[in-house]
């Protein structure tokens, strides 16, 4: 309980907050600009509020902030009202200050003209922004709201509902501008998906390794002193025999992984190895969270 308390604490201490809404709002800004700079000026609209603010902006000249505050401050309140859950101050503040940043971004000049060039670092930059923002606790507002208020009323998992608002804006570009544009909305649409995982969980290259063996203990020592890593005995047993074996788990580096491989075979020829990419590792010898 102890350990939970000070969980708890550390995660709403002032100092937290405080970075917290920094990236939130950090991380509107770089979002906002990669709209300004690469997705507006070349009719990518790549899904969410801030592709329908493409579109009519394109259309009749409106606004893109003026839209996505349209959009973002009634959803946020409808959402308030039918999701039956404490919406954060953060989610509020979100769907506010996108906008804002994208109406005080929006004298930039296109760095491109180039729609791929555009799709592609558009698509980095606003996965950027929305991974700093998630990193952050934060949200953006917009068709968020609407994917969950959606996935309560139809049991449609909370995917699907994103992916199916996200999709009918880029078929509406489609429509409206021409079916090659939402292509390299699409493009854009995979390229904010994948960098805001690697913001979310980092380049990691690391690898946990499996180990079967006869030589457990030897294995062991080899790991835990040679290589300089933890090392953890899982209990097993034989699919075929039944007998009871130890497994050993341990997390390496990609650089110590051949280390590894030549280290286990010196000391049993006959072991077993599986090797799994490893997502995120925090901890002593990795990465910090």
């Not at 933890?230 to 990609?254: E, F, P």
């Given at each position: ?47 969410g ?11 009749f ?51 491109t ?27 953006t ?20 509902c ?9 078929l ?24 805001i ?93």
């Amino acid at each position: 309980m102890a350990r939970k308390r000070r969980t708890a604490i550390q995660l709403n201490s002032p100092q937290r907050k405080v970075m917290e809404y920094g990236m939130l709002l950090f991380g509107s800004l770089v979002l906002a600009t990669s709209f300004n700079l690469f997705l507006n000026p070349n009719q990518i609209a790549s899904g969410g509020v801030s592709g329908v603010s493409t579109i009519l902006h394109n259309l009749f000249g409106f606004s893109p902030a003026v839209v996505q505050w349209a959009f973002n401050i009634p959803l946020f309140l409808l959402g308030l009202k039918l999701l039956d859950r404490q919406y954060s101050l953060k989610a509020a503040i979100g769907s506010i200050v996108l906008p804002l940043c994208v109406m005080l971004t929006s004298h930039l000049q296109p760095l491109t003209t180039n729609p791929l060039l555009a799709s592609i670092y558009g698509g980095i930059g606003v996965g950027l922004g929305i991974g700093i923002v998630f990193r952050g606790r934060g949200s953006t507002g917009g068709f968020a709201i609407a994917s969950q208020i959606l996935h309560k009323f139809t049991g449609i998992s909370l995917g699907v509902c994103v992916a199916v608002f996200d999709g009918l804006v880029i078929l509406l570009a489609g429509i409206v501008f021409d079916p090659e544009k939402a292509l390299y909305a699409l493009i854009a649409l995979f390229v904010t998906s994948k960098t805001i995982d690697i913001v979310q969980m980092g380049w990691n290259t690391s690898k946990v390794a499996y180990i079967i063996s006869n030589e457990t203990d030897l294995l062991r020592e080899t790991i835990l002193y040679d290589l300089d890593r933890g090392v953890t005995l899982l209990d097993g047993s034989g699919g075929y025999t039944g007998d009871a074996r130890k497994v050993l788990m341990a997390v390496v580096s990609q650089s110590e992984v051949s280390k590894l491989k030549i280290m286990v075979r010196s000391v049993d020829p006959d072991a077993f190895i599986i090797l799994c990419p490893a997502n995120e590792v925090l901890g002593e010898g990795f990465r910090v969270g």
